[in-house]
């Protein structure tokens, strides 16, 4: 009785605790000038606020309230003396519409060697859809900007943020450690070029995890130097599905090891899972890459490996991929191709593809036969498996 009495004062001590450290400080960033306008340049007052959560030393909230707060490029540079920022949104931080004013930014909001800092909620709203439309003309554009990328940071949490028609890609995980991706949403036009939703390189222990990504490019890609990455619970399309790669691209390559993508459906997408290289020398590879309880809807390609990757026959032709595929599993897939070559694997004939399991995979193709079409590939197939003339 008496342990249950002091446990009780024990935890509501705690509890009280907690809450005030955790509470801290809010800094409202209309009291450093911002406007909820759409209209106002509000970036020096967004950087004044981080100014002051960065040299502070208690947990600090930035806060910015509904509206719709026009800002240009935004560096929240470290490193800072607080392990504990928390950028806090209930209205939009909205890009510049016109492009050029980013446009060569390579980022938007761009976080640089922080340490602790979480964003939370709001909407990101990059405004590219004039730049798409400059890049499908024939004439010359800016490249555009990421709207949201950290780079050299750990400890980082993006929990229910909204990110609109990003110029670029949307989110961008560069050299970081320990990223805790949920809840987001991710929404461009399935014809925007460039857009992809997560981009993560060189980064690991990364999780993505329940999360609406609808672009006009990868819903998550996978670059060189990622590892222990886990994502789960993901809705993908439209879009081009989830890719590991392109990897290859450089001689001298980190390589990707141990990344799990769990529970995604993927609906209307170019591809389902895929591991892509380019067709050219490097010391990288993909290995331990688990494809796990996946549902196609009219997907056009569901499981593909290209190690053929040569954009218009340049800086490529003829020469094959160095990058060894090994270890890759994918256990059950289901669903339905809206092309007969549901599981394509063309894997470099100088480093075969190894140790591929194909384990409960039933897909389908209006009432025809589905068929698969594999190069260069070994490994094995458990339980049911349809296409199942892989190995
Ligand atoms: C693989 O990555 C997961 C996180 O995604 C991690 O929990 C696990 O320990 C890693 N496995 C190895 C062998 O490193």
Not at 112 to 135: F, M, P, R, Y
Not at 200 to 217: H, R, Y
């Amino acid at each position: 009785m008496t342990q249950i009495v002091l446990n009780a004062v024990v935890y509501f001590l705690l509890f009280t605790l907690t809450s005030v450290i955790i509470e801290g400080v809010t800094l409202n960033v209309v009291d450093f000038g911002a406007k909820p306008d759409g209209e106002t340049d509000s970036t020096n007052a967004l950087l004044s606020a981080w100014g002051r959560a960065c040299s502070s030393t208690s947990p600090t909230t930035i806060f910015v309230p509904l509206g719709r707060f026009l800002v240009g490029k935004v560096v929240f540079k470290g490193r800072c003396n607080n392990k504990g920022i928390t950028i806090h949104i209930d209205g939009a931080l909205v890009a510049p519409s016109k492009y050029d004013v980013i446009g060569n930014a390579e980022n938007w909001l761009f976080f640089d060697d922080v340490d602790g800092v979480s964003v939370i909620g709001g909407v990101l709203d990059g405004q590219g859809t004039d730049l798409w439309a400059c890049k499908r003309s024939a004439k010359s554009c800016p490249i555009g900007a990421t709207n949201m990328g950290f780079t050299n940071s750990n400890n980082i949490v993006i929990n229910g943020v909204t990110s609109l028609n990003s110029q670029m890609f949307h989110i961008v995980i560069d050299r970081c450690d320990s990223v805790k991706i949920q809840g987001v949403k991710i929404f461009a036009a399935g014809n925007s070029p460039n857009t992809d939703g997560i981009h993560v390189q060189l980064s690991s222990s990364v999780n993505i995890l329940n999360s609406n990504i609808a672009t006009g490019d990868d819903c998550i890609s996978i670059g060189p130097g990622t590892t222990n990455l886990w994502i789960q619970n993901i809705a993908c399309g439209p879009g081009h599905g989830i890719s590991v790669g392109s990897l290859g691209k450089e001689f001298q390559e980190a390589g990707v090891q141990n990344v799990t993508v769990k529970t995604v459906t993927f609906t209307g997408t170019e591809n389902g899972v895929r591991i892509k290289s380019w067709g050219r020398p490097s010391n990288g590879y993909a290995r331990k890459i688990l494809f796990q309880h996946v549902t196609m809807v009219n997907v056009q390609n569901p499981i593909v490996i290209d190690q053929n990757y040569c954009p218009n026959e340049k800086n490529c032709p003829s020469q094959v991929s160095g990058v060894e595929i090994s270890n890759v599993i994918y256990q059950d897939i289901h669903g339905t191709s809206t092309t007969a070559i549901a599981v394509k694997m063309n894997c470099s004939p100088k480093n075969p593809c190894t140790g591929i399991r194909l384990e409960d995979v039933m897909l389908t193709y209006e009432s025809k036969q589905v068929v698969a079409s594999c190069n260069h590939a070994g490994g094995i197939t458990s339980g049911v498996v349809q296409p199942n003339n892989c190995f």
